[in-house]
């Protein structure tokens, strides 16, 4: 369907499931399947960076964490941004952590030790924002790469994921600053039930529900990045 506002969006991701964020850079799906450099292909007021919340994909990204209860955003696929909804995201929890928890996946080696520093601080806080998650996981400037990498990790394998935005607070509690991103975990924003409802779905059928779907959508997708889009 043609996206002509915000509305138009989330009619239009709750329809498809899922979607990449800011294009179809990887030739798989997305709502919008222009990027902020690119024409869309069809006329339309929507218009990357322009502040318009009606408009702006950028804006939305927000908007759907605000506004709504049903729709994920994260860095979900292939490192990028991206929206699933509250439907599918159980298939997709099934793939990518098959009813484990981060500490086992830890302990075997499949999960970076950056990335359990940040997830321990998130898991210990309803919510957090990215400048408290440094602070409190003990990331310096100098750590600045291995800190994104370890965020990004745990998006990727929905462990955590994003939840809004905060400012920094001064020492008498007033807002300042640009907003920073806020993550929680995966349970604390879909409740613990997404991960009893992924429990029950096994994960080859998982990956075969989503591919079928995948090309419902996008029938000349690549088989191999379909594969990568699925598992992350």
């Given amino acids: 369907m043609m996206v002509r506002n915000f509305s138009d969006f989330v009619a239009a991701l709750l329809q498809a499931g899922f979607s990449m964020g800011g294009g179809n850079s990887e030739g798989v799906f997305a709502v919008i399947p222009w990027s902020w450099y690119e024409l869309p292909p069809y006329p339309t007021p929507v218009c990357w960076h322009t502040g318009d919340p009606e408009t702006d994909p950028w804006e939305w990204r927000l908007r759907v964490l605000e506004e709504r209860d049903d729709i994920a ?9 991206g929206y699933i909804t509250r439907e599918w995201y159980p298939y ?3 793939v990518r952590r098959g009813g484990r928890s981060l500490s086992e996946e830890y ?9 359990k520093r940040i997830y321990d601080v998130i898991a210990a ?4 924002p ?22 990004i990790e745990l ?7 994003m939840c809004g935005s905060q400012r920094k607070l001064s020492k008498t509690g007033e807002e300042y600053g640009w907003p920073s991103t806020a993550f929680c975990t995966i349970e604390k924003f879909f409740g613990k039930e997404i991960m009893e409802e992924a429990g029950e779905i096994d994960a080859r059928e998982a990956v075969d ?12 997708a690549n088989p191999r990045k379909v594969q990568r889009f699925i598992r992350g």
Wanted: zero cysteines; charged letters at 25%; proline letters at 2%.
């Fill in 125 to 128: 806080h309803e919510a957090l």
């Fill in 92 to 94: 997709f929890l099934a």
């Fill in 107 to 115: 302990y075997e080696g499949n999960v970076s030790r950056y990335a």
């Fill in 73 to 81: 955003y994260a860095k979900l696929f292939f490192g990028k941004s």
């Fill in 209 to 220: 529900v989503i591919t079928r779907q995948v090309y419902r959508l996008n029938p000349s």
């Fill in 155 to 161: 998006q990727r394998k929905m462990y955590v994921t």
């Fill in 130 to 151: 990215v400048h408290e998650i440094k602070r409190a996981a003990g990331f310096t400037r100098e750590d600045g790469s291995a800190f994104d990498r370890g965020l």
